[in-house]
Every structure is written in C-alpha cells, then in structure tokens.
C-alpha cells in the first residue's frame, strides 16, 4: 500500500476541512479522530466509513480497527505522521483518524420506536459537556438524544470526541427548535421532565416510570423559562453539600441513571 | 489603592510560581484562579487567604467577593490584566486569583467525626477528572475526599480550577500511599467498595447504609488487581448501552449519589 506523504495534497485539505461546519453540512460527512471512535465507527457504522487514515506505527497498534474496516471494504489508506497530524486537529490524534457519512435518524423514526428514555439538550454550548451527555445517555440506556438547533454541532470533532464512540451507539437527533421538540414529545404522549437547580422537588420524588424525556438547558443559566414552563415538572438532582452544581454532563447522567434504575427494576 | 503593574516583579514571580508542585510544598500556599474560586475560598477559608489580585474592572464586577475578603481582613491588591495574566497560567483566569494556606486535614482528624460516606482515588491522573470528583463528592454529600500518593496533585492550578470551589467546602486528604489509607479505614470500621468496570455485582445490589469508602482508580485501566481483592466488594455502576465505560468522575458521582439516596433516606 502506498503510503500518502504529502501534507499539503487536496485529499489532507479536504479531510481537514471537516472541522468547518458549513464543510460538514455541504459535504454530508465528519471527522473522527483517535483508535476509540474510528473502532466503534467500523464496528457500528461500517457502511458509512468512507475512508480511515492511518499511520504505519498505529496500523501495527490496532490491527482490529484495520481488518474490520477492510472486511467491511472500506477504504484504508497509509498516511505519514505529518499527513495525519495535518488531517486532525487534535494534538494527539493517535496515528488514526476516519471521515464518516452523517446519517442522523429524524424524531418521527426515534419516536416511531416508542421511546422510553429520552435527553433533551437546549442552548448547551460546550462540546465537552455535549459529548458527555451523549456518552452518558448511551451508558444509561436511553433510547436516543435529541440536541436542539440552538446548541453546538454535535458532529464537531470535540463533540466526537467527547463521547468516546457513543456518536455509534446511540441515535442523535438534530434540525429541530426546542418548541417543536417539546411540540413533537408531548404529541407522542412522553413526559417532559426539566433538570433545574431551582426546582423544589428533586428526582428521587418524580414518577420516573413511564416514557420520559429530561430536558436539559446551558452550563452557566440553565433553562429559559419559557422551556421550563413547557415542561410537565421541574426537578432537581439534590445537592447535599455545599456545591452550587453540578455540571450538566454529570446532572444529565444522574438523571438518567435514576431514570434507568427505576425502568428496569 | 495603588495598582501593581510590573509583570516582573518578584510577587508576581511568586505568584506564578506556585503552579509548580514543589513551590506549593515548600511554601504550603496555593493558587485559586476565578471568581467561583475564589469567592468560595473567601466565604469558607477566609483565614486562610493570604492575597486577592484583582483587575479593576473585575474589582467592579465582583464587589460581594472583595468586600468579604476586606471583611476577613485579608489583603486585596489591584492588578493591571497584564500582571493578573502574568500570575496565572489560565488564558481567562477572568480577572481575580487568590493565595491561600494550605491547611489539609490528617486522615484521623477526619475518621474521628465517623464519617459515613467517603470517596478514595488512587492512580487519578487527570486534573480534570480529580476536580470533577471532588466537586460530586461535595454536592452528594461525602464526608471527605481521600487522595492517594501516587494521584495528581489536588492543590494544582487544573484541579482546583475543576473543583469549581468544592475544594473550600469538602475535606481533602493527601499524603498516604494506598496500602496504608486501606489499612486505617478497615481499622476504622469503614467498608471498602472498589468500583469496577469488571465487577459482577451492580452498586444497586451492594448494601449502601452503613459506613462505606468507594475506591476509584486510574481513567484508563482501572484499580490495581491488589486494590480491588484488599477491597471489601467489587462494584460496578451498570452499563445499558454500547458505551465500553462511564469516565472516572461520572462514575465516581454516579456510586456517590446512590450511597447518598439511600443514606439520606
């Protein structure tokens, strides 16, 4: 296999370029980075990896990561550490990176499965936090994550990142405003539960088993109230000590958990 | 007040300094960066504050975290951005830091209050993940995070950062290598729960409501195999989905606030 040398190729721009949203929406793909997101890509998404870039050093690491891609035919090309470094924007992509079509389900398709776990995320900006609900969701067993149109791009490859694979397990709805969401759930008969540190009851006293979604707002002031006022009941995870908060990745996973451990006894 | 405005001055020297370890031993000072941080330190370790930097426009936009410190009696000094930049190694430290004593508890000091729910992290390395923990041991109410040699340094600019201020609300101790933090709670009368990916048992079936310690290790490959079988149980938070794992400080809160739900009743 010839290995790809050249940093400044049109292909090294291309895949970079995948950084850029606009790049994303035009070009219907994204950029995963690292041997845990492209090993869960091959492994759960195999007829959308359209390429994966690795170096000779990580192709040796991971042999699995490669014989699965290549069983599935997709296309795996050689690449020098310079070429992947200038593919990634990570300092430490770990010799492989892959670019994956976007297949995102659409609400009516998630709803259309009659979910019984939902996570709602509004005006959330910070792709770390993002990417760790999606993981969290994805550990709890909820059925699918719903992030409205204001919120991050949760094909960013921070997002990617952050979520350690999960973008392969578990389906994330995007495209919609927080009042068709809202709209769309209540339709469908799912209650909808706000997580808010101002709430006065807290999760522990909610009726958490039928068919829910936590609706979740930004890091630093939490819902609009508006949002919050469009939601069923309003509840807060407690906070025993002398914390302000907890940070809305770990708010969303507790409230999923508790969700999760009453559903399935 | 006059303003400081030489960024290399030796206080600013001094200050800065202190992201290094050994500095932070030799002087048994501290550096708080943020006015979440520092706010916190004020309010609940106000005697242990030495200095208060701070810009004048963060001065305005802070004025309950600079009254109260001219409360305590601790020293505020006004600081141009540059020497407030200078003194930290954040790129926003947003405008306001803090010195503060180190005055970390011994481990019976804290066994003496009978403490009934208690966090141990051995091998941690990741700032952000240290932090995160004690900021969700706080906010679930554990009696005090304990903190292996061989684990970061928890009085490090990143952790105290990630904290966000539960370093000034929760007791944190250092100093004892793993063996002997085993043999002092055992001694004490505390059982040892080692959370464990490779655990049978879900902490929903572990009885949670006597005195326990959750034993919680390295990000990427676990507890030590000596840790978990000196450990009274082995526990894992269950896994629904796809997700290989949860990351260490989900985990850590996830087993925390099940410990505090049934503790709390």
Redesign the interface.
Known sequence: MAVLTNPRSDRVKSVRALGRRSVRERTQRFLVEGP?GVR?AVR?AAGRVVDVYVTPEAAQRYPEIIETAQEASRYVHEVSDEVLAAMSETDTPQGIVAVVAIAEPTLAEILARRPKLLVVLTNVRDPGNAG?VI????????DAVIVSTNSVDVLSPKVVRST???TF??PVVTGLDIPEIIAELRGAGIRLLAADGSATRTI?EADLSSAHAWVMGNEAWGLEPEVRDACDEVLK???????????L??AA??CL?AS??VQ?G
Chains 1, 2 share one sequence.
Do not use: C, F, K, W
């Open positions: 845990q869960e759960h760790t993981r969290g969701a994805d550990a709890a067993g909820a350690a694979g999960s397990h578990i522990d995870v407690p906070i025993h000590g002398l914390a302000e908060s907890l940070n990745a770990m996973t507790i958990y999760a451990r399935r």
